[in-house]
């Protein structure tokens, strides 16, 4: 069965900083890995798919990272606004089945 | 943004009550899912639709059954609510192509709460 770790589970920064979220996963058997990004309240909104075949995606002041032979991604998140406030997931594609981990709460203080 | 709405939004019953949760969507994707949000487990996967009638269990069934007799509706159904059910529960729809390209698209969420 597949387990999804994401560390930290909670992490608190000031505005500007530069930060990394890890996700690691136990089966590296996927076909792709995606972030989501929740705000409070709100449903899943899907930041960047990064397909097995790929090391990285871009996406504006978001890159994620995937190296599926050690069953990790890292999404890095560059000059840290307040709006970047909220919870992020990471979930592992496997044969239309997809496995979240619990989240980083992130807090971007001003 | 995908057109997938959830209703009801909120509900509260009682510990003993059959409670039906809807999930609508416009896209015509194949697959749809339900799901429970609870603090420290992330999201977990009650069941699953891959067609009309075609549905399948998650890890988290136990208490649950769906059905889905139209493309466009998934419906989750608590035969007999208990307070452990109490969660926030997503739908979600993906088009089923089994590749890399797959991905999910998710309602905006229902928070049940069973007294």
């Known amino acids: 069965k597949q387990e999804v770790t994401q560390i930290p589970a909670a992490l608190s920064v000031p505005e500007g900083e530069n930060l990394v979220l890890n996700c690691s996963f136990t089966?590296?058997?996927?076909?792709?890995l995606q972030w989501f990004r929740q705000d409070p309240g709100k449903g899943l909104t899907s930041l960047l798919l990064?397909?097995?075949?790929?090391r990285e995606q871009t996406s504006g002041r978001l890159n994620a990272s995937l190296d599926k032979s050690s069953g990790r991604s890292t999404l890095y998140i560059a000059a840290s606004q307040p709006g970047d406030s909220a919870t992020y997931l990471c979930?592992?594609?496997?044969?239309?089945?997809?496995?979240f981990g619990s989240g980083t709460k992130l807090n971007v203080k001003p | 943004d995908a057109g997938i709405t959830q209703s009801p939004r909120h509900k509260v019953t009682e510990t003993g009550t059959p409670v039906t949760l809807r999930c609508h969507q416009t896209?015509?994707?194949?697959?749809m899912y339900w799901y429970r949000q609870d603090p420290g487990h992330g999201l977990r996967l009650i069941h699953y639709?891959?067609?009309?009638?075609?549905?399948d269990k998650g890890e988290v069934s136990d208490g649950y059954s769906v059905s889905r007799s139209k493309t466009e509706d998934f419906l989750l159904t608590l035969e007999s609510a208990t307070s452990s059910q109490t969660s926030v529960y997503f739908c979600?729809?993906?088009?089923?192509?089994?590749?890399?390209?797959?991905?999910?698209?998710f309602g905006p969420g229902t928070r049940l709460l069973v007294l």
């Open positions: 979930a592992v594609n496997t044969i239309n089945k997809f496995y």
């Open positions: 639709s891959y067609g009309v009638k075609d549905t």
């Open positions: 979600a729809i993906s088009e089923g192509l089994a590749g890399a390209w797959e991905t999910q698209y």
């Open positions: 089966d590296s058997a996927i076909y792709n």
């Open positions: 990064i397909q097995s075949s790929q």
């Open positions: 896209e015509n994707h194949r697959y």
